[in-house]
């Protein structure tokens, strides 16, 4: 059965143009699908070695994180940091090391993985402040003692008081101040 009508197409394997008799041709001649069909079995022996070469190179080279122990470089390669770096760690005691001898430095490898667990974190008790009629505003107790705004600032943070801001005012506990300017009170 014949057909009416031409459909340009795009070879696969050369790129040029040609006019196809049917709608699924792929190639503009024969030697075009030769060279394909001899391209795709390269590729596919290619992948077979790859694999196998891939496969040789993993058996030579084990995972230096399968082990329990783990030496220096190992646990250099593990955590992607130099030997120094390693030795460093074990220096400063956060990484805890057995040395056999004294070319061999052995590394347990549940001590690295302890070196990434985050500290456990503390709960801190909420702390209100004290109310607004126990506390001076900066201003009042500039006033009451008699004493420059830096020179207050300073006292604060020099004795670590607790100030706090409400509105346009900063202000800190009658009882702490009083204790500071008058300590026989």
């Given at each position: 059965m014949?057909?009416?009508?031409?459909?340009?197409?795009?070879?696969?394997?050369?790129?040029?143009?040609?006019?196809?008799?049917?709608?699924?041709t792929k190639f503009c001649g024969k030697l075009c699908a030769k060279r394909y069909g001899v391209q795709r079995k390269r590729e596919a022996n290619m992948a077979e070695m790859d694999q196998a070469v891939k496969k040789v190179i993993e058996e030579k080279n084990p995972d230096p994180s399968s082990g329990e122990f783990l030496n220096v470089s190992s646990a250099a390669k593990l955590l992607k940091a130099s030997d120094k770096m390693i030795y460093y760690l074990i220096n400063i005691g956060k990484l805890n090391a057995i040395n056999l001898s004294k070319r061999k430095t052995l590394v347990y490898r549940k001590d690295i993985d302890k070196l990434f667990e985050l500290p456990p974190v503390v709960q801190l008790k909420e702390f209100k402040p004290p109310p607004i009629s126990e506390c001076y505003n900066m201003g009042e107790a500039q006033k009451i003692f008699n004493i420059s705004e830096k020179a207050l600032f300073d006292i604060i943070k020099r004795s670590n008081l607790f100030k706090f801001q409400d509105g346009w005012y900063t202000y800190v506990a009658k009882v702490d101040l009083d204790r500071i300017f008058n300590p026989k009170l």
């Amino acid at each position: 059965m014949s057909s009416n009508f031409t459909v340009n197409r795009i070879c696969i394997q050369c790129g040029n143009v040609f006019v196809a008799k049917t709608t699924v041709t792929k190639f503009c001649g024969k030697l075009c699908a030769k060279r394909y069909g001899v391209q795709r079995k390269r590729e596919a022996n290619m992948a077979e070695m790859d694999q196998a070469v891939k496969k040789v190179i993993e058996e030579k080279n084990p995972d230096p994180s399968s082990g329990e122990f783990l030496n220096v470089s190992s646990a250099a390669k593990l955590l992607k940091a130099s030997d120094k770096m390693i030795y460093y760690l074990i220096n400063i005691g956060k990484l805890n090391a057995i040395n056999l001898s004294k070319r061999k430095t052995l590394v347990y490898r549940k001590d690295i993985d302890k070196l990434f667990e985050l500290p456990p974190v503390v709960q801190l008790k909420e702390f209100k402040p004290p109310p607004i009629s126990e506390c001076y505003n900066m201003g009042e107790a500039q006033k009451i003692f008699n004493i420059s705004e830096k020179a207050l600032f300073d006292i604060i943070k020099r004795s670590n008081l607790f100030k706090f801001q409400d509105g346009w005012y900063t202000y800190v506990a009658k009882v702490d101040l009083d204790r500071i300017f008058n300590p026989k009170l």
